[in-house]
Structures are given as C-alpha cells and as structure tokens.
Antibody, heavy 121, light 107 residues
Framework: QVQLVESGGGVVQPGRSLRLSCAASGFAFISSAMHWVRQAPGKGLEWVAV????????YYADSVKGRFTVSRDNSKNTLYLQMNSLRTEDTAVYSC??????????????WGQGTLVTVSS | DIQMTQSPSSLSASVGDRVTITCRAS??????LSWYQQKPGKAPKLLIYAASSLQGGVPSRFSGSGSGTDFTLTISSLQPEDFATYYC?????????FGGGTKVEIK
C-alpha cells in the first residue's frame, strides 16, 4: 500500500535551517509529482511547494520562495524540503502528498502524517 | 494569485441532515477543484477531484458540483463519521491554494 513517512522535524531557532525528508513506498515514486503542505497549529492547510516527477520543475508558495528548496532522490524514493532562514511563522506540521496524476496540477491522493517543525528562540 | 473562499467557516448539523459547503474562486478555474476531509490529528483525505469526480472508496453520500468560480460539496445524509473539517483546493495553477476550511460539528 502507499506510504509516505515524513521525518526531520524538531525545534529550531529563528534564522536556522532544517531539512525534512519524506520516504515513499508502495507506488512508482519516479512517476509521481510530489508536494509539501503545512498546517500551523489550529490553522488551515497551506500549500508549500511541488516538484515534478523528474525534479526538473519546482514551484513554491510566495511565503517560502527563496528560503525553502524542494528536491527528490528517485533512486531512494525520497522527497526533501530544505528550509533555510526559518521564521517563527514557519511553525507547522509539514506533510508530503502525492499528486494523483502524472501532472502536478491535480488533486493530492495520498498524504503522510506529517512532522512538526517548531521555530522558537 | 487566485483566492479560494469557503463558506461557512463552521456549521452545526444533525445525523441525517443534508449539508452543503461552498467554495468560490476569485477567477475562473474551470473544474480544477478538489475537496478534502480532515479529522483531528489525521492527514487530509481526498473526497472529490475535478470538481465532481468521487475518489475511489469514498461513500456516495458525498458529491461535488460546480464549474468556473462556484463550487459545492454536498453530504446527502450526514453520518457520525462525517464530523470533520472540509477543505477545497484549486488545482488550476500554482499556488495550489486551499480554502479556509469548514468545520462540521454535531448539533
């Protein structure tokens, strides 16, 4: 079955960096666009970034552009989110999600449970 | 960027009620809209894609409609397991914005 398992969250000071990982299994990772979505405590869902199946196309929310970088290693079935210059407003549960189709402009059919990132001094 | 406005932000309903949630896009997005259900502490679950297509395994009491700028999610007969928060999301172009959410609570 499809599984997405995030890791790498924790407590970090403002201005510091953190790298999240999302380990995928149970499907053809190499054929799937992948997204990162976050949810601040008690708040709604916010789309963060997407990477195409082959890693050549990447798009970001304005709130993270220039600070976050999405990447993937298809040989390891793993998605990454490098987060630099972290701010307190980046505090959230970060989840990876699979695009339901080859094209990333489609619904997200599988989600991980998420990893909590807390940015605090 | 295209804005997604969901209404209401919360509602109270009883088991068996018909529930309708609306989502409005700030410009036309054709049928590039999906709906998700999220329960506390759980990952969102895809219910509807392409505005009106039911995701596999989702009960038929859920339905979606609309095109252009106005969309609805309808639960024909609310069940105890349907109390949750529902989100719409545009899939037309990036940023793939979510609506603010609608919390469905027990009356």
């Amino acid at each position: 079955q499809v599984q997405l398992v995030e890791s790498g969250g924790g407590v970090v000071q403002p201005g510091r960096s953190l790298r999240l990982s999302c380990a995928a299994s149970g499907f053809a990772f190499i054929s799937s666009a992948m997204h990162w979505v976050r949810q601040a405590p008690g708040k709604g869902l916010e789309w963060v970034a997407v990477i195409s199946y082959d890693g050549t196309n990447k798009y970001y929310a304005d709130s993270v552009k220039g600070r976050f970088t999405v990447s993937r290693d298809n040989s390891k079935n793993t998605l990454y989110l490098q987060m630099n210059s972290l701010r307190t407003e980046d505090t959230a549960v970060y989840s990876c999600a699979r695009a339901a189709d080859f094209d990333f402009l489609t619904a997200f059919d599988y989600w991980g449970q998420g990893t909590l990132v807390t940015v605090s001094s | 960027d295209i804005q997604m406005t969901q209404s209401p932000s919360s509602l109270s309903a009883s088991v068996g009620d018909r529930v309708t949630i609306t989502c409005r896009a700030s410009q036309s997005i054709s049928n590039y809209l999906s709906w998700y259900q999220q329960k506390p502490g759980k990952a969102p679950k895809l219910l509807i894609y392409a505005a009106s297509s039911l995701q596999g395994g989702v009960p038929s009491r859920f339905s979606g409609s609309g095109s252009g700028t106005d969309f609805t999610l309808t639960i024909s007969s609310l069940q105890p397991e349907d109390f949750a928060t529902y989100y719409c999301q545009l899939n037309y172009r990036t940023p793939l914005t979510f609506g603010g959410g609608t919390k469905v609570e027990i009356k």
